[in-house]
């Protein structure tokens, strides 16, 4: 008995378990709590605190002063179309992938865009870069400097919604980095003739390596044309994409590696080899046995204005064409061996027009050393000509603009350049511009950067192209449709042609001129080749990938079917189906004429499992439909015309009747002589039929099943899966069912009986007639996907090598690997055609070939599928390391963010841009494989061994939540969800917003890392030690475990 406290002792205070201890109440203050009353905060305040949380531009921060350049050698990507996997597996899930897409028919080389970005959401990385790739070997360039607001995204229909459009550029330039990292090469496409004729062994030479000779290049190699040579001047490939684009836009990696993809064909490059009378001629071409030639050497002369006449870099005056390309070759490590320097700028600058081009120079201008930089053209702002994007980046970086101002003079002192005179432009009313020279300003300058485009001026050029005939500006004259010019041998593309004005088009115009030169050197061994264009896809050895399995004997090409529901409705969409590339259909369930059904309607209906989503990419459908309304002769007569057409798909007749071994026996031996290759026997259709005593009525009774199998297995001479519900306790009893009837197998799942939801009238969706009334329907989609998995690997571990047709939520490549894994022989699908089309199978044949590939490739392996392990990065950008130049752990918002810039800055300073460390990653030697790929049958049932008990866990070895302060965002979605869900073991900083596991208290719960908005912000890692559960009242001493195996005292 405890001693009694005398009078005037001072009591321990009583810690209640049911009350939060004060270490827990000072760790919850930042805790959301339910408002008690109205917020009122005196607007100074407000002021004061915005400052410190503010993440976009501060304006007051625009009104101190800029005397200084915080981008000097900063060449780091600035894209704001850059994603990080996050963020393309969102952006990816908004895209509709609409009917006859108006984004692909604005792209120049008709990449099909809803292909590429379909596969980006169901995380077939391979089969997105194909789509592009097949289309534009340019991709990744493309990706990032396509004008996408003035092509693709300028079409896309979710322009029309408050969202906006797609970041398709983004979307492009993830999925081909996504392929490079992959390092495979290219192959030559499978129906290149072998042995190769003489007609594809042609001298082809083509002058310039930019984006329209390596297009050229890269179809003629597609072809099969194997002496294919590209003539460069430089000593660097790429073309203007290289010379001009900065490498913040454009970094030298990514023309390195379509050159290589270029090289895996086959095709050459020689360095050194210029279009002029001393070097290569068409004439001197000719005559070295070249049968066709191919000109892509851009407009490679800057224009001016007399003004500017015999001014050079050394007065401070410079032309695009000048500048950017020493620009260039000081910050693009790789590009050449040289070591070059920034030009050295300063002070302040005047770049000249309003294109892309003139841009690039004023942020360039920038990172040269350029305190302030004042871009200046002749028209408005309205007119100004380069894409939205490049104009707002100049903003963002603090470029001026002075609109309305046409050059007159240069203000020259000391033999330098030190302002400008200039005469204010305006338009009549006939729209014609004018100068009043009443109307002059002067500006003060250290620097001039002309950027009024380029053209071809030199004789030298001009006589090599001699016998080409040439137009009224001095450059040939091209059939732009075709490519062609005067010269039948001779073709052209690119800036000099007259039509491309961006890189896109210049890959469209080597793609056109691809085809024309195919044409015409088939024609010379007199072959015909259609005008259409039938140009190869992108290969590699993942294409060759055999995707057949065997199930009971039948050979099914490949393990994705139509599911015996809507997309099977009719024998025409079977068809189409099997034109589309699936392997096998299972028909719409059909019985007996006697049981003949008419469905409700509305009876299809989206789901609420993924919240208020609208549209396609639905996580869930419910149906009430019954089986199909059409007779048993029409199935039997359709299913006999099908194999005829497509003797190699698996068809397999679903059949259903009542509890009737008669009915039964007769149905399957009528389907039978439709010859289908198996029967399905429907015993789980949740709704509708059951009441009938059919479907669900017979397939939650073993014994039912076990005769139903018998009976049918009685006269059936092909195999009998039969299908299974979910609805039932244990669905590994209804298989065994199944099995001991003779079944050869089964299908699971079938749907999930269900309710989807009800308006705030009480009626449900669909509803009825007048009445309004309902019933519980079947859920399907992605929200029955763990039920399917579980039902899946339950019944493969149960009853090992019984086949099992997996169904239920399989919406793409990655989802078919876990039910392969768990035990599925072939998957039957259809929720993700209801939410897109039939299409979709081209996505989930890539995706299973490269997951198969990626088994046995070098290089990959820990890689999760098609995902790279995660980098570090910030708004999709690399993370840089700067918490060794500041001590500490900063957030990117505020006074911090500021902060960061300013020590980004101090570093950027000192760096050598062209390092050996910035220099591109070879991308060649390309990985390859260890062994051979391995079939299909070889991933059946591989997880299975790592699914079990909850007694077969280990509950010592524990992990715990770690948080990367440089990828967090600082939302503080883990501290939440700790505090009222889990352990309260996250601390969350109220000045810097920077959460911190307090490792002591984590259980590795895992619901931090479970709700965090950044792939691998938070990351699970061992536990230092044994856990020590907080038992919250300690075990007595003369405590005893009943079961001491598992059970764990501290």
Request: contains cysteine; neutral net charge; charged residues 25%.
């Amino acid at each position: 008995m405890p001693p009694v406290p005398n009078e005037g002792d001072i009591l321990p205070p009583i810690q209640l378990v049911s009350k939060e201890p004060p270490d827990i109440e000072n760790l919850l203050k930042l805790n959301p709590r339910i408002k008690t009353h109205a917020n009122a905060v005196p607007s100074a305040i407000t002021k004061k605190a915005k400052k410190h949380w503010k993440r976009n531009e501060d304006k007051a921060e625009n009104l101190k002063c800029n005397s200084c350049s915080p981008l000097y050698k900063n060449f780091d990507d600035i894209k704001h179309t850059t994603l990080s996997e996050r963020a393309a597996l969102k952006e990816s899930a908004r895209c509709l992938k609409c009917v006859d897409a108006p984004c692909q028919k604005s792209c120049p080389t008709q990449l099909d865009v809803k292909s590429f970005i379909g596969s980006i959401s169901n995380k077939n990385y391979y089969g997105s870069a194909k789509a592009i790739l097949s289309d534009n070997p340019l991709g990744l360039t493309c990706g990032m400097v396509c004008p996408t607001s003035d092509l693709c995204v300028g079409g896309c229909n979710l322009d029309a919604s408050e969202e906006g459009p797609i970041n398709i550029g983004g979307l492009q330039h993830f999925a081909v980095e996504m392929f490079k990292k992959m390092k495979i090469a290219q192959v030559l496409p499978p129906d290149v003739p072998s042995p190769l004729p003489e007609s594809f062994k042609a001298k082809i030479g083509l002058i310039g390596c930019g984006p329209a000779s390596i297009s050229a290049g890269t179809f003629l190699g597609r072809l099969g044309y194997n002496n294919v040579t590209i003539f460069e001047k430089e000593d660097y490939v790429g073309g203007l994409n290289t010379s001009e684009l900065p490498a913040y836009r454009l970094p030298y990696d990514v023309i390195n590696f379509e050159i290589d993809l270029m090289k895996d064909l086959g095709v050459k490059i020689e360095h050194g080899r210029a279009l002029q009378t001393d070097d290569l001629t068409l004439e001197g071409m000719r005559n070295d046995g070249f049968a066709a030639a191919f000109i892509g050497i851009g407009n490679p002369e800057p224009k001016t204005i007399p003004i500017f006449e015999g001014l050079t870099e050394e007065n401070g005056y410079y032309t695009s064409k000048g500048f950017l390309p020493k620009v260039a070759r000081a910050s693009k490590a790789g590009m050449c061996a040289c070591k070059s320097e920034l030009p050295e700028i300063y002070g302040s600058v005047i770049v000249l027009g309003a294109g892309d081009t003139a841009f690039d120079c004023a942020t360039s201008a920038l990172r040269c050393g350029a305190k302030r930089v004042f871009v200046i053209f002749r028209k408005g702002f309205i007119n100004i000509r380069a894409v939205p994007e490049e104009a707002e980046l100049a903003k963002q970086e603090k470029c001026e603009f002075i609109p309305f101002m046409s050059p007159q003079d240069v203000v020259m002192k000391n033999g330098r350049v030190a302002g400008m005179k200039f005469f204010r432009t305006e338009q009549d009313d006939d729209g014609k511009w004018i100068e009043d020279p009443e109307q002059m300003s002067k500006l003060k300058c250290d620097f001039v950067i002309s950027a009024f485009g380029s053209g071809l001026y030199s004789s030298k050029i001009k006589e090599a192209m001699m016998p080409l005939e040439m137009n009224r500006w001095g450059t040939p004259e091209v059939d732009t449709l075709k490519m062609t010019t005067s010269e039948p041998w001779v073709f052209c593309g690119g800036d000099l042609a007259g039509v491309a004005e961006t890189a896109v088009e210049a890959v469209n115009d080597g793609k056109i001129a691809a085809w024309s030169m195919h044409r015409y050197l088939q024609s010379l061994h007199n072959v015909h080749i259609d005008e259409t264009p039938k140009l190869p896809k992108f290969y590699t050895e993942i294409d060759a990938v055999d995707l057949s399995v065997h199930v009971c004997g039948i050979k099914f090409l490949n393990p994705y079917g139509l599911a015996s529901a809507p997309p099977a409705t009719t024998c025409g969409m079977i068809r189409r189906g099997f034109e589309a590339g699936w392997g096998f259909a299972v028909t719409k369930t059909y019985g007996l004429d006697k049981d003949i059904v008419t469905n409700v309607a509305p009876r299809i209906v989206r789901g609420t499992t993924s919240g208020h989503n609208y549209g396609p990419g639905q996580g869930a459908f419910l149906n009430i439909e019954l089986i199909s309304e059409k007779t048993a002769a029409y199935w039997i007569q359709g299913v006999i015309e099908l194999k005829k057409d497509f003797p190699k798909h698996v068809i397999i007749a679903s059949i259903m009747c009542s509890y009737s071994k008669e009915d039964w026996q007769e149905l399957a031996l009528m389907a039978q002589t439709s010859g289908p290759d198996a029967l399905e026997l429907n015993l789980s259709c949740p709704h509708g039929m059951g009441e009938r005593g059919m479907g669900l009525a017979c397939g939650q009774d073993p014994d039912m099943v076990k005769n139903i199998c018998k009976w049918v297995k009685e006269v059936s001479k092909i195999p009998v899966f039969a299908k299974l519900t979910p609805n039932v306790t244990n669905i590994v009893k209804i298989a065994r069912a199944a099995q001991d009837g003779g079944a050869d197998g089964v299908t699971a799942i079938n749907t999930v009986s269900g309710l989807m939801g009800l308006n705030a009238k009480g009626n449900a969706w669909p509803s009825i007639g007048s009445e309004k009334k309902t019933t519980y329907g079947g859920v399907s989609g992605n929200a029955v996907k763990p039920m399917a998995l579980k039902a899946v690997s339950s019944i493969a571990k149960n009853l090992p090598g019984f086949p099992i047709l997996g169904t239920g939520g399989i919406d793409s490549a990655d989802v078919c690997w876990q039910f392969l894994m768990t035990g599925a022989s072939v998957m039957q699908i259809s929720s993700a055609i209801q939410n897109q089309d039939f299409t979709v199978i081209d996505d989930y044949i890539t995706g299973l070939k490269t997951l198969l590939y990626m088994q046995t490739l070098e290089g990959v392996d820990e890689w999760d599928g098609q995902s790279p392990p995660t980098a570090r990065t910030y708004k999709g950008k690399p993370v840089i390391d700067l918490q060794s130049a500041l001590g500490r752990n900063i957030p990117n918002f505020g006074p911090f963010a500021r902060e960061k810039a300013a020590a980004l800055a101090n570093m950027k300073k000192t760096e050598d841009l062209l390092d050996d460390k910035y220099k591109p990653v070879p991308n060649r030697p390309a990985n390859k494989q260890r062994m051979m790929t391995p079939k299909v049958e070889a991933v059946i049932g591989r997880a299975l061994d790592r699914i079990g008990t909850f007694n077969d866990l280990d509950n010592k070895q524990h992990v715990i939540a770690l948080i990367d302060p440089e990828m967090c965002i600082n939302c503080g979605k883990c501290y939440m969800t700790c505090n009222d869900t889990g352990y309260q073991a996250i601390e969350f900083d109220e000045i810097t917003h920077i959460p911190k596991v307090k490792e002591s208290s984590c259980t590795g719960c895992t619901l931090c890392y479970s709700v965090c908005p950044v792939i691998e912000c938070i990351q699970m890692v061992p536990r230092e030690g044994l856990y020590i559960p907080k038992r919250g009242i300690d075990l007595g001493d003369d405590w005893k475990p009943r079961l001491p195996d598992i059970q764990v005292r501290k």
